[in-house]
């Protein structure tokens, strides 16, 4: 495995980029490439894959995004590391809370593209969100070392009462998502963030010990 990035925005160098790209294969991610690749194929648009530098099936936390953005088809990958602000803010927040990156599976609650080429990017519609609702339960399947959920942003934030139901018991910790748009309206969002991956990382440390 290549060493973890130190810095955000690392896959806007092309050789770093390549050489996430040649842990596609890995098998810890190998599950849920089938599972993007199975929803690519019935919603007939790209679904990014997870980053191999993350946990994949060992994840203990998921931490849920709300869909993925124009830009992924730079990269292919939901990951932390691409070079965007949302992806940049995420990177801080979770070096921050010292949550390792083998803990941590990234994922949209629709995790398929659903901007236009070209187009701006913009919130799920409801309908969209129902859509991908029942794709929640195979992703949960794969992943059975889950500690924690944390949903960031509202459309995310609706997942909660799906994996309540999937995953009775499973702490879930709901906080803003963490685009520029909504981390430079008040000083408050940022520290809602932290509030909440330093409770998620309390419980990943709880259930280590």
Known sequence: ???????????????????????????????????????????????????????????RMLFLLETPGPAVLRTGFVTRDSANGTAANLFRFLAEAGIARADTLIWNAVPWLIHPEGALNRAPRRAEVAAAAPYLEPLLDLLPHLAVAVLAGRYAGEAEPAIATLRPGLPIIRIPHPSPTYVCTAPEVAARIRRGLSEAANLLDGATG
């Open 1 to 59: 495995m290549p060493a973890e990035p130190q810095a955000p925005k690392s896959l806007a160098d092309p050789d770093a980029l390549a050489a996430r790209r040649a842990l596609i294969g890995a098998p810890h991610i190998a599950p849920v490439r089938a599972l993007a690749a199975r929803i690519s194929a019935e919603r007939g648009a790209p679904v990014p894959t997870p980053d191999p530098l993350d946990g994949g099936i060992g994840a």
